[in-house]
């Protein structure tokens, strides 16, 4: 059985939020977690992909949104995934008033750094759930 934690970022194409989110994820799955977590694509999700909505459904999840919108979290939680943990970016950037991240299609020096404490949120939510496992 499949026990890595499912992370979904939101598309946010076109959006600075939305390539931190994906930014973010990719960083955890790929740096931080790559043991305990991997990732799901949205867009597999929202047009119904059988094998993708196989491998959340019932499994525990991480959404990562970059606008209320909270596209990921709504689709991964109609898809019968288990969202354990709802990051949203905007709660990170909050706390970097004035700064500038970057465009939609690539961060700055202040767009990794949000990214990096996105990625550890994630990341400290997946090791606390592997303690007695």
Same mark, same amino acid.
């Given at each position: 059985?499949d026990?890595?934690?499912?992370?979904?970022?939101c598309?946010?194409?076109?959006?600075?939020?939305?390539l931190?989110?994906r930014?973010?994820?990719? $960083?955890?799955v790929?740096?931080?977690?790559?043991?305990?977590? /991997?990732?799901v694509?949205?867009?597999?999700i =929202?047009?119904?992909? @059988?094998?993708?909505?196989?491998?959340?459904?019932?499994?525990?999840?991480?959404?990562?949104?970059g606008?209320?919108?909270m596209?990921?979290s $709504?689709?991964?939680?109609?898809?019968?995934g288990?969202v354990? /943990?709802e990051i949203?970016?905007l709660?990170? =950037?909050k706390?970097h @008033?004035?700064k500038k991240?970057g465009s939609?299609?690539?961060?700055?020096a202040?767009g990794?750094?949000?990214?990096?404490?996105?990625?550890? $949120?994630?990341a400290?939510?997946?090791?606390e759930?592997?303690?007695?496992?």
């Amino acid at each position: 059985m499949d026990k890595k934690v499912k992370v979904v970022p939101c598309s946010g194409i076109g959006k600075v939020y939305g390539l931190m989110a994906r930014e973010a994820v990719l $960083k955890t799955v790929i740096e931080l977690c790559p043991e305990k977590s /991997e990732t799901v694509c949205l867009a597999y999700i =929202v047009t119904g992909d @059988k094998e993708v909505r196989e491998k959340i459904d019932g499994f525990n999840c991480i959404t990562v949104d970059g606008c209320p919108k909270m596209c990921a979290s $709504k689709n991964v939680t109609i898809a019968g995934g288990v969202v354990i /943990e709802e990051i949203k970016v905007l709660d990170t =950037v909050k706390e970097h @008033k004035g700064k500038k991240f970057g465009s939609p299609t690539m961060l700055d020096a202040d767009g990794e750094v949000v990214i990096s404490e996105i990625a550890g $949120k994630i990341a400290k939510k997946i090791n606390e759930m592997s303690i007695g496992t």
